[in-house]
Each structure stands twice: as structure tokens, then as C-alpha cells.
């Protein structure tokens, strides 16, 4: 039987994992509509989504700084929201689906791709930032799907 020996990262540079070292469950979540919470306006909920860290974390023997990759998507979706609340389009009832939808599956994947700090200063204080440039994820080929798609299309609806 052959073992795999597990690489012993420095987290200098390039040298560190590109996924939280962290083995997480199957869960089974079957996706909801939504209605309860979340909105648009929902300041308060869609804070009780990001840890007190803002999602960053030390790995590593010098505590090297990385922001986990599910925390930013769920901040990019948080900035979606608040850039409709502020600048409202007239279609509220279907973006407010999709913004809960995405919330879901955002949660549901729980992207542990590591995006390496890159601190800077904001109002006079040092803060941890991320922009994910760079990091690499793993993904399923949505070329593929893409093709398969277009190769395999719907018939007509029938009621």
C-alpha cells in the first residue's frame, strides 16, 4: 500500500495550500424560495452571514494571512444588493429571488479556496483585504456542461 505524504507548506510566497486545510461534511440542503429573510433591505440578516474576522485567517508557522474564497463570494453577492437597493431598477421581485438564490448556493459550496491577505490602509487603519486574484479554484468544467447544453437542448414546453 502506498502512502501520499502530505507536503509541508513554509507559507512563504506561493508555497501554501490552495484550500483551507479542513475536511468538511456532506450536508443536503434542499434550496427554498426564500421568502424568509434576506431581503433586499435586510441589513441585519445579511450581517449575521460574516464571522467576526470578516472571514480572513492565520495558517501556517509564521500565522500568514489568507481570507477564505466563500466569504468573499458572499461579499461580492452583499455588494450586489446594496449597489440594487441604492440604484433600484424597477425589478425588485426577481432580483431579490436571484440575490437569496445565489446566498444559497454560495453556502452550499462553501468555497475554501485560500485568497492571500493584502493588507492596506482604510480610514487611518491597517485592515486585512483580498481582492482573489490569483487563486486558484477548484471547479467543475462549465465548458463542458456549456457544451453538453448545447448539444442536448429542451424540447417544448407542454403543459
Excluded at 3 to 17: C, F, K, N, Q, V
Aim: hydrophobic share 35%; aromatic share 10%.
Amino acid at each position: 500500500m502506498r502512502y501520499r505524504l502530505e507536503h509541508e507548506y513554509t507559507y512563504i510566497g506561493a508555497d501554501h495550500p490552495s484550500r483551507l486545510p479542513i475536511n468538511l461534511p456532506t450536508v443536503y440542503h434542499t434550496l427554498n424560495s426564500g421568502a424568509q429573510g434576506f431581503s433586499l433591505s435586510a441589513d441585519d440578516d445579511w450581517a449575521t452571514l460574516f464571522p467576526p474576522s470578516d472571514g480572513f485567517t492565520d495558517l501556517g508557522p509564521h500565522n500568514r494571512t489568507f481570507l477564505v474564497s466563500m466569504v468573499h463570494q458572499l461579499h461580492c453577492l452583499d455588494v450586489f444588493r446594496v449597489g440594487f437597493v441604492t440604484n433600484r431598477t424597477g425589478y425588485a421581485h426577481h432580483v431579490e429571488h436571484c440575490l437569496r438564490y445565489m446566498l444559497q448556493i454560495v453556502l452550499c459550496n462553501a468555497d475554501t479556496t485560500l485568497e492571500v491577505d493584502e493588507p492596506g490602509m482604510r480610514d487611518g487603519h491597517l485592515e486585512h483585504a483580498a481582492g482573489g486574484v490569483g487563486s486558484v479554484h477548484e471547479c467543475n468544467d462549465w465548458i463542458v456542461l456549456r457544451k453538453y447544453l448545447e448539444e442536448h437542448p429542451a424540447g417544448p414546453a407542454h403543459l
